[in-house]
């Protein structure tokens, strides 16, 4: 990598500590929007050290940097998939391919902080909780990030606002509302049966209400 030299022999290279700086505001120039919405913003990705520190994750040392930057990830992305986080960490350790064993070796050193019971697939920063977190970060059409690393909560969100822009939609056209706000094109099987996970769950705790009409509308929570 470009301006990154190697210092020492431990295993680490040189290297600012950066992050995405979380979800920005409103691009320049776009009309008002949904107070709710906010563009998507990834970690900003780097190389600090070697495959070496993760090598050997186990000792306090090599696990307080691999902390720091598991922080930085959720700072910058949360709520983020476990396997995203796992990927993006060894990312920064010099490992493009990440085996099932090294995921779970890294998600094993995530501070229990980060993990809510009621929403086990991701992480979520310090002070956000998927009970009354409310945004929707979204992206350009067709560059939305996969379904799957996209949290059943945001996807739930995002139907709540499709609802209430509306003042009520049908299944379908709230569907197809979350996924513009997510930067999705298709909607294909897998991202079919996410839409369906979503809305249950948003239906469920609150979120959504539905009319004896069949519309869709904002819920109570």
Excluded: C
């Amino acid at each position: 990598m470009a301006g990154v030299a190697p210092r020492g022999g431990n295993g680490f290279f040189w290297a600012p500590w950066a992050s995405g700086g979380g979800p920005g505001g409103p691009r320049g120039g776009a009309p008002r929007r949904h107070a709710h919405l906010t563009d998507f913003s990834p970690w900003n990705s780097v190389v600090i050290g070697s495959i070496s520190v993760l090598d050997e994750i186990h000792t306090s040392y090599n696990r307080a940097h691999v902390v720091k930057i598991v922080e930085s990830i959720i700072d910058a992305e949360g709520p983020v998939h476990r396997d995203r986080l796992a990927k993006l960490v060894a990312g920064a350790f010099s490992l493009g391919k990440v085996s099932e064993s090294r995921k779970r070796a890294i998600q094993q050193v995530v501070p229990a902080e980060y993990s809510r019971a009621d929403d086990r697939e991701f992480y979520w920063p310090n002070g956000v909780h998927p009970g009354t977190w409310r945004t929707v970060r979204t992206s350009n059409r067709g560059e939305g990030r996969p379904i799957g690393e996209i949290s059943l909560v945001e996807i739930g969100n995002a139907m709540r606002v499709a609802a209430e822009q509306t003042g009520g939609s049908a299944v379908d056209d709230l569907k197809r509302e979350a996924m513009n706000l997510l930067g999705m094109t298709r909607m294909g099987s897998a991202v079919t049966l996410r839409l369906d996970q979503a809305l249950e769950r948003a239906l469920a705790v609150g979120v959504l209400r539905q009319q004896p009409s069949g519309i869709f509308v904002v819920g109570s929570a």
